[in-house]
């Protein structure tokens, strides 16, 4: 039974705790850090069994029964708070992305190398069961090379205009699973990107400098094409879907809804729309990624997304808005 | 936060042990008994928090710390157990079937009607998402009045033949959930019940006096007709689909898979299995039944399934029956 | 190419017409004969090309050119056509039902055999692309040996209460197609029937003596149930599918629709309504029928649908409205 | 009722001639030249009811009784034949492409506009039902303003390496159905195209100086973005698939199947493959192109896909073409 602690408590930072504290079997979280805890996250850990709630998360770095530590704080804290994990010996499982800044990322890399500790970031969707089908398909052979990916990924509403001014650009922020999901679907490099992006949801948007709308075609080292389309806005719910297609076949999945029914009336037929919300959507894949983390921990094997799986997508969402903003094809040679 | 002690702490005691432990928040299960717990039940226990392990369940009867208890013994203890946690002021929920004796039925209502305690039956499929969703939309009016109810329910493989000997005949063991729902989606009583039933699956079944395949005509109060096919054995899977028709529409339910994944090859284009395991497809729904039992006791309001509820998919069962033995439609009236 | 009659050019006689002038290789209509033939009826049949069209039948069966006559005339006059084409010598397509009454059936099939004449029955859905699909998964032995039947067949409109009264109530008018298909699907002949009907669409059916939803148990030569469920009227369009379940899996088929199209708003997902009308939904199997007919005649082989397939479902019809008048299993052997 | 001339009665000629022939009222096919016609093509048209067959495209071009001409020669040859038939006074049909030579197109349009004749241009797929619907969806607004446009593209198998040779690359081969259904669906104009292809499928087509796997990128007038991802061999058939995404929904249509049969066993839930062959998939949209070239030939009304139409998307095609080489995305202002 391994012990953590995890450092910020907002909503990711609860999701982990929830999905330790009830799924998985050989870990409890010992205390959670936030500078911002107040009264009802204090009452949310007590609630969990979580029996120590604490504002500076020097205490669990200097807790020498605390194995391993989730960073769950604001992203620009990411790669410090991992950095002193690190050198406390802890292992670390980081939410996405570790920093915005490449060198900061590398220090991170750096350090948890020294130490010798595990690194996993926080990509949940590749412990999505849709995502998992799409690859267990592609690894056993069922579709053959892979010649092209189709990945739709669309929030169902745009977030608050000044969390768009501090998200770093729709890349960083939104595509940055995409991209993962394509370097974890095809079990390739992305070598190339070019982006077309336009402001259609929200001028505000527009205005803060960033996008809504886009499509990233991605060239990859196996000679495959990969194509993202994003939209700040889906109306109808949290579209999240993709396809890979290859020399045998090709294999897609569709959104999880709430049921499967349908009613025909003399208007239609109506089946249930996606869900809507990334919790409802991803919860069992938050569940998952913990189980693995631990078992990692536990038995010192590798841990599913490691540091490159962290550096890898922030680079192509930077070759990304380097594409956007000087309108050509641009390799990922080309950044840094 | 109530106190719940399980009586029997088998498959389904654990079943709703995990789910109060896990997501129910106004309750807690102080304490289990079973008079064949064994070390690994023990461990179960302990490992979701439950500090009382007894053989003997007197000791939850007698403990006036617990404030209602599960019945989730084996089915020929159902009434006896009922009825000494009634006597015992507790509130109770057994599951199903209450009794297969109707008068010992009868008595353990009454035995509840005098105590004044909740008694909830376990009926689980309500609470199942696909099924919620049907009885929304018959509720909400939008298939207007009920003409046709149409339920395929089909276990992915048949039990061993000395559970078919003990089982009380498929209508009472499996069928039953689907007599409920027809109850349930149709607001209506079932009036009259004509069945077929034949041995298909496996001839052992049909020494054993029982039958594996079946489709059964049921006519309602309310003027519609409900009719349901079983079959022992659907090699693809759990096969638990619902369909009402109204003078608006018509909604349906289809069944839940692993994952949405679609393969398409030269071979074929293959989606995924229904989920084969019932525990598997109504994990959810016996969560949300405890949650509304635990609801009901502690705010003090109707339980969603009474005694009512408990007895009426018995008569029914006890119809077919008749009508399967004498080849003729079966009044309820006709019944005990 | 050979030389066909068309006796009744209402709606059925134009469908066949213009499927063999359109479709069929080696025949074309020579006449047709309607003694209400309109205007509007004489242009009809000089656009598909048909250069003769008469008031009086004997024109077709004095006609020694003729090799074949289509009987499409009032389901009175079915009988008396089908006998004077056969001992006229000619092929005979005589559209369902050959006759209400089982003597005058039996008459028929007498006169056709002595005539050494081809002799096929309307039952157009044999020919239909979704049904052949679960023909040859049964008879491909994909779903092993056949256990359970499930058919629902509902007509998007009730007909006008005229036609109700001269239908011979709803099983021979409308579940003719049904059992039809059961026999089809099963490979297997019914032995009994039990039939729960009412009268939820419209109470002037009632008071006509006929009803408008229906259940019907069929128990088949072969050991498996077969279930039917009508209704007179599905808002949402002309509902026709099936499943055939078996000893090793199970398959159906669902409604054609207009396009694949799905549209997803905030209001929902939303798809195609089956297409509404049966000559749209069934176009293709008439023109199937029709190329089966002629080829049987031009190549001297069996038709597809013979008089025995012709007179079964018709005894079927008879015994399920003897088990709705008496409410209980009849046997086929009741019959006559 | 009109009269028509085919030139050319390969397998595209057969097609409208079928269609024309069999299901559009106001004309028939007088007379098809083509100057390689067989034995076996003189008795495809005799059995159609066509009565001149000639070699000579002359003597359609000089018949005066001839009131259009459908050009469905070969591809270096659309544009001669249809200037031929204009300057003859006859409205034209014309197959697409009207000539990959870009003066020559012009040229063609010229001498149409001069002779004040009808030019329709073959894009059949506006006529689907499938991307009909879409259309419609998108007129009415129900999806709003158009954001996305993805539209799947997939041949079931690549064509032999001599077609390909002379096909002028898969762009205006292929693509071109895709540019023009980008067109059709968004109601706005392409500014600019951005082409990533590779050889994945066979490396003779690489050879051959062509690609057989692409993602084609394209910025439109009215903002959105368009991404049509192509490949030439889909080993489970004709994949054609199209969504258009908005600012109020989305609407997406998939392939139409032989059968809506679904079969379960213990090894999955197995569909059709889509329907394989253009002919088969497209066949109506062929029948309905014919009818609305002659309805307004009949009536004297617009034709639905017009000279510009044709023009459009080879511009497309050979800016996308150019990308390819260049690497970089091409306004559409730049080619010619």
Redesign the interface.
């Known amino acids: 039974m391994i012990k953590l602690g995890i450092i910020g408590f907002g909503r990711i930072g609860r999701v982990h705790a929830e999905s330790i504290m009830?799924?998985v079997?050989d870990a409890e979280v010992k205390a959670v850090a936030d500078p911002y805890i107040n009264e009802e996250g204090e009452k949310a850990a007590l609630?969990l069994?979580i029996k120590n709630v604490y504002q500076d998360h020097k205490k669990i770095i200097d807790d020498p029964e605390i194995d391993a530590v989730l960073v769950c704080s604001s992203t620009d804290t990411h790669s410090q708070m991992s950095i002193e994990a690190a050198e406390a010996g802890k292992d670390v499982f980081c939410e996405k992305p570790i920093d915005k800044n490449l060198a900061k990322i590398e220090e991170v890399l750096d350090v948890v190398e020294k130490a010798g500790v595990k690194f996993q970031v926080g990509f949940n969707r590749r412990f999505d069961?849709?995502f998992?089908?799409?690859k267990e398909?592609v690894e056993s052979g069922?579709?053959g090379?892979v010649?092209?990916i189709?990945i739709?990924s669309?929030d169902p509403e745009a977030p608050p205009i000044e969390y768009v001014k501090g998200s770093g650009g729709m890349f960083l922020d939104m595509t940055i699973h995409d991209f993962d999901m394509v370097r974890f679907l095809s079990g390739s490099e992305v070598e190339e990107v070019?982006a077309?992006g336009?402001v259609?949801?929200n001028p505000e948007i527009g205005e803060a400098g960033d996008i809504d709308?886009?499509?990233i075609?991605l060239?990859l080292a196996n000679?495959?094409?990969a194509?993202i389309?994003n939209?700040r806005?889906?109306?109808?719910?949290y579209?999240q879907r993709a396809e890979v297609?290859g020399?045998?076949?090709?294999?897609?999945?569709?959104?999880?809804k709430?049921?499967?029914?349908?009613?025909?009336?003399?208007d239609?037929?109506?089946?249930?729309?996606?869900l809507y919300f990334f919790l409802e959507r991803y919860m069992e894949s938050f569940a998952e990624e913990m189980k693995q983390f631990v078992n990692a921990v536990v038995n010192d094997t590798e841990v599913p997304v490691d540091g490159r799986d962290g550096i890898k997508p922030i680079l192509i969402a930077k070759a990304a808005q380097k594409s956007l903003e000087e309108?050509?094809?641009v390799k990922l040679s080309e950044i840094k």
């Not at 020399?247 to 999945?253: L, M, N, T």
């Not at 709430?258 to 003399?266: D, G, I, R, Y």
């Not at 239609?268 to 996606?274: D, R």
Request: proline content about 4%; glycine content about 8%.
């Open positions: 009830n799924y079997k609630e069994g069961h849709n998992q089908a799409v398909n069922k579709i090379d010649h092209l189709n739709t669309r070019y077309a336009e259609l949801v709308t886009a499509v075609t060239k000679g495959a094409i194509v389309n939209s806005e889906a109306v109808y719910g579209d297609f020399s045998k076949g090709a294999v897609e999945v569709s959104n999880d709430p049921s499967t029914a349908v009613l025909s009336t003399k239609g037929v109506e089946a249930e729309k996606p309108n050509r094809p």
